[in-house]
């Protein structure tokens, strides 16, 4: 595989020039914030808003980032132009920088910034037609007030243990609880149920305030959503509500909008994607085309 340009503190450099500290805070305590951003058809999708999530991550654990958003936006659009990709993932991240062994991270004085720009599938497609199995996991999401799950921060070991626990369980994503028992996301993607009331459909979605990181897939599909005069509703969701909804989808940046057929061993509805998930797919794919970067 030919060697991959990466953005690296102001530079582009080749991947094997890219390489940070092992005193890197980043490394030795998962200190820092990150993004997952995609390009369609050469264009990024909500650059800005992922820009802004990165900074209000950076602001919450006290780390400035040495670049500005307009700075940053161009630093995308280099190493895309660079590894030569017009449709593709991009991962950003912002470490505390080079500190001492201890914790303290007054101590570190540069952050480091890196870039990296590569081509994706998260899920095989036949998942996109057929959806996931999930499973719900006894990790619980991390509580607000120890790490909130707001901040995309470079510490993922409570979702990783999660993803374990999902794939030993024999499934594809897993369902985290918050610390009240509440649904509130999944290791790696935020989740939808679909509601038929009175024969009307309703989308449900667990609120910010349940401890999820807000997605800004997440927040584009409900704009599809009420584009299509769809009601959405952002309410605590329990186990019970997913094992009766109509439909269940995750939404991420790297999965799109992906339906799941079965939870915890109970078929969801008819177990094939319902109308209102396909419909909702179909609107971002027609998005995509002309991809909207704020
Ligand atoms: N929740 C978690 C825990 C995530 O890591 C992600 C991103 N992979 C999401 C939700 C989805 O967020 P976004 O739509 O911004 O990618």
């Known amino acids: 595989m030919a060697e991959k340009t990466i953005w690296f503190d102001g530079k582009l450099v080749p991947e094997g020039e890219a390489r940070v500290s092992v005193f890197d805070h980043g490394l030795l305590y998962g200190d820092g914030v990150f993004e997952g951003i995609r390009a369609y058809n050469g264009r990024v999708l909500k650059m800005r808003t992922h820009l802004e999530r990165l900074q209000q991550s950076a602001r919450h654990i006290q780390l400035q980032i040495p670049y500005t958003i307009e700075q940053l936006e161009d ?3 280099e190493v895309l132009a660079a590894n030569d990709l017009t449709d593709g993932y991009l991962r950003l991240c912002v470490t505390r920088g080079v500190g001492t062994l201890g914790l303290n991270p007054y101590l570190c004085d540069n952050p480091t910034v890196f870039i990296i720009a590569d081509s994706i599938t998260l899920y095989p497609q036949e998942m996109y037609t057929s959806g996931l199995k999930i499973v719900t996991t006894s990790t619980i999401r991390n509580h607000p007030a120890a ?3 707001r901040v995309k921060s470079l ?6 243990m999660a993803k374990i626990e999902a794939i030993e369980g024999g ?10 028992g509440y649904v509130a996301e999944c290791t790696g993607d935020n989740i939808f149920i679909v509601q038929q009331r009175h024969g009307w459909p309703t989308l449900v979605t667990p609120p910010a305030h349940a401890g999820i990181l ?3 897939t997440r927040n584009l599909v409900i704009e599809l959503a009420q584009e ?8 605590d969701l329990t186990r019970h509500d997913l094992f009766i909804a109509d439909e269940v989808f995750l939404t991420g940046t790297a999965a799109e909008v992906i339906p799941v057929s079965n939870i915890d061993g109970r078929s969801v509805g008819s177990g094939t994607p319902g109308p209102i998930t396909l419909q909702l797919n179909d609107a971002f794919r027609k998005l995509m085309k002309h991809c909207p970067e704020n």
């Open 75 to 77: 630093a995308i659009r």
């Open 147 to 149: 790490l909130s799950p």
């Open 155 to 160: 510490n993922y070991l409570n979702n990783i």
């Open 171 to 180: 499934g594809a994503e897993g369902i985290m609880l918050n610390h009240m």
């Open 214 to 216: 807000e997605g800004v």
């Open 228 to 235: 299509a005069d769809l009601p959405v509703e952002e309410t």
